[in-house]
């Protein structure tokens, strides 16, 4: 069980499709992510946002726009994706500040595009 | 920048036998974190080392944090078939960097019976 759900847990869209993924987390947390892992590769850091205000953008393509309506959701809005960009999408939270933060994550969304 | 590198990158092990992992930053470490995930699933918290030298254990997991805070072990024993998995670490660099932590490539543990 996990405190973070995702919706929807997968996705197949084509390259000229509007979709988006959503993340709520239960845990009273203040801040959010977004991750992205690809097969083979490291988990990487997409988007961070504190109280609703994003403090992190890792140099992500214009395709992909994060939004967080309040502390307790984030959406990852998705738009003429590419195929490279199929993964999986994660979503995670924790507590504001400090250096000892635990991510606790959902359990992903599962990206394809065709 | 910061780099986290783990190896190995993939361990083959029989079952009842004991491996590690290695966790190495190319900076300091403020605390370095260990998850797991499962063939499927998501990352899940195992642990949080603080202080340099710390040593904590959780059953048959041993979690070492390096002197110098820039590297960092798990090793397991009796490896069982629930051992199964990708084992990430990961570390903010030092000072308040809260948020940017920075994970490793994993090591894909596979146990044969």
């Known amino acids: 069980e996990t405190g973070v759900t995702q919706t929807p847990r997968h996705l197949v869209m084509g390259m000229t499709n509007k979709k988006s993924l959503k993340c709520e987390q239960h845990?009273?947390?203040?801040?959010m992510y977004w991750y992205k892992q690809s097969a083979k590769k490291p988990l990487e850091l997409m988007f961070v946002?504190?109280?609703?205000?994003?403090?992190e953008n890792n140099s992500v393509p214009s395709r992909f726009s994060p939004e967080c309506p309040n502390s307790s959701h984030l959406f990852l809005h998705l738009h003429t994706l590419q195929p490279e960009d199929s993964a999986l999408y994660l979503c995670?939270?924790?507590?504001?500040?400090?250096?000892?933060?635990?991510?606790?994550f959902g359990e992903g969304s599962w990206l394809t595009v065709v | 920048g910061q780099q986290v590198m783990q190896i190995p990158q993939y361990q083959h092990v029989q079952e009842g036998e004991d491996f590690t992992t290695y966790c190495n930053s190319s900076t300091t470490l403020s605390n370095i974190q260990w998850y797991k995930q499962r063939p499927g699933g998501h990352p899940v918290f195992l642990i949080q080392l603080v202080k340099s030298g710390e040593v904590k254990k959780q059953k048959r997991l041993t979690f070492q944090f390096g002197e110098a805070k820039k590297n960092s072990s798990l090793h397991i024993t009796a490896t069982q078939t629930t051992d199964v998995g990708t084992y990430f670490c990961?570390?903010?660099?030092?000072?308040?960097?809260?948020?940017?932590?920075?994970f490793g490539a994993g090591t894909q543990v596979v146990v044969t019976p």
């Open positions: 990961a570390g903010p660099p030092g000072g308040d960097s809260w948020g940017k932590l920075q």
């Open positions: 946002y504190n109280f609703k205000e994003q403090t």
């Open positions: 995670a939270s924790s507590q504001s500040q400090g250096t000892g933060n635990t991510i606790y």
């Open positions: 845990l009273g947390h203040n801040a």
